[in-house]
């Protein structure tokens, strides 16, 4: 059974920035496609990023020029840079990648 495992959440200020990681206890990153998701506080789970087979990228529109996916096949994690946050950046953040859900990591974003 695969497990993933997201790392580098946190608080930080406006402006500031965090490094998410998502490990996988098996080589599928390299197999499939993978993406972060998020969910604030009553709102539902959005897309912020993803990373084709590839390698090709996309990104919601409030994330885009601020926030970067990549992948490192070799230790089998993907990351996500997230730059200047804000504070509706806040949330719980995702990592999926096929049926594959992490268990989530807080982000807050706050003064």
């Known amino acids: 059974q695969v497990q993933l495992v997201e790392s580098g959440g946190g608080l930080v200020q406006p402006g500031g920035s965090l490094r998410l990681s998502c490990a996988a206890s098996g080589s599928i990153f390299s197999k499939y496609a993978a993406a972060w998701f998020r969910q604030a506080p009553g709102k539902e789970r959005e897309l912020v990023a993803a990373?084709?087979?590839?390698?090709?990228?996309n990104y919601a529109d409030s994330v885009k020029d601020r926030f970067t996916i990549s992948r490192n096949n070799a230790k089998d994690t993907i990351y996500l840079q997230m730059n200047n946050l804000k504070p509706e950046d806040t949330a719980d953040y995702y990592c999926n990648c096929a049926s594959w859900w992490g268990q989530g990591t807080q982000v807050t974003v706050s003064s």
């Open positions: 990373i084709a087979r590839g390698g090709a990228t």
